[in-house]
């Protein structure tokens, strides 16, 4: 299938009329937006989704179950979506129209059942903004909305040579403040060999006893890593010096 763009007029209706749309983004559909192709723009035919490849996603329906067992689905469906689109440059991802046009149609059943929509209508009108639309703000489109994250994480962690996608992923997304924490900070989410030494840390500790994954000392992990990065030229570093390092810091926080 072909990627389309809102028109930005198209897009400002859409905001204007959430309200209104409540019941419809809880039970309905937006079909209009995909059968008039006069409110959107179609990207080159270079970028592409497959339909095929996405139905574990469409036909997601976990909107009763507690928040961190509908969580649980994301790193699956992360790599799903990675996958499915070709094409697809990350100067184009940083666009908003996109992803708020895919939230709107073929992902509406996934992103209202990852979701869920509150009764009281002030909560769902926040919540409707956060994960049906999209802004240009880093956060939104990288944490936010329901479709972006998911390409956006897959993005991070595929630029990790040494774990294939799906065990980086896993990594990356066991826990929600391990996420939080990476891409908050630039000196591990932009540096690839200290992202690299984290993920094979997170990994690592995933296979053996998880103790890396308590809140306090990742945190401290982390912290201890932006201590260091600050003393010294990372990006000088081999990749082995790096995990030693990273390996060594892991250590010492584990002991205190």
């Not at 149609?105 to 009108?125: D, G, M, S």
């Not at 774990?163 to 990356?172: E, P, Q, R, T």
Request: proline content about 3%; charged content about 30%.
């Amino acid at each position: 299938m072909e990627m389309r763009l809102f028109h930005q007029r198209e897009l400002a209706q859409l905001i204007h009329d959430i309200e209104q749309n409540i019941e419809t983004y809880r039970n309905g559909d937006f079909n209009f937006i995909s059968e008039d192709e006069t409110l959107s723009f179609a990207l080159p035919d270079s970028v592409s989704i497959d339909l095929d490849m996405l139905q574990p996603i469409l036909d997601y329906k976990a909107k009763d179950q507690s928040p961190a067992n509908r969580a649980a689905s994301d790193a699956k469906f992360s790599s799903i979506l990675y996958k499915s689109i070709t094409g697809l440059e990350p100067s184009i991802a940083r666009d908003p129209r996109l992803w708020n046009y895919l939230s709107h149609t073929i992902f509406l059943n996934y992103v209202r059942n990852r979701y869920p929509i509150p009764q009281e209508t002030e909560k769902a009108i926040k919540e409707i903004k956060a994960h049906f639309f999209c802004t240009d703000e880093k956060r939104s489109i990288e944490r936010n909305n329901g479709v972006s994250r998911l390409w956006w994480m897959a993005y991070v962690v595929s630029r990790v040579d040494e774990l294939g996608l799906d065990d980086a992923l896993k990594a990356f997304l066991t826990k929600t403040d391990v996420r939080a924490n990476i891409f908050e900070r630039p000196t591990t989410s932009q540096n690839v060999n200290v992202l690299t030494g984290i993920l094979k840390a997170l990994h690592q500790s995933l296979s053996e006893d998880s103790i890396l994954f308590e809140r306090h000392i990742f945190r401290e992990f982390m912290r201890e890593i932006n201590l260091w990065g600050g003393m010294i030229l990372i990006g000088d570093l081999d990749q082995e010096d790096i995990d030693s390092k990273l390996l060594k810091i892991k250590d010492k926080v584990i002991k205190n």
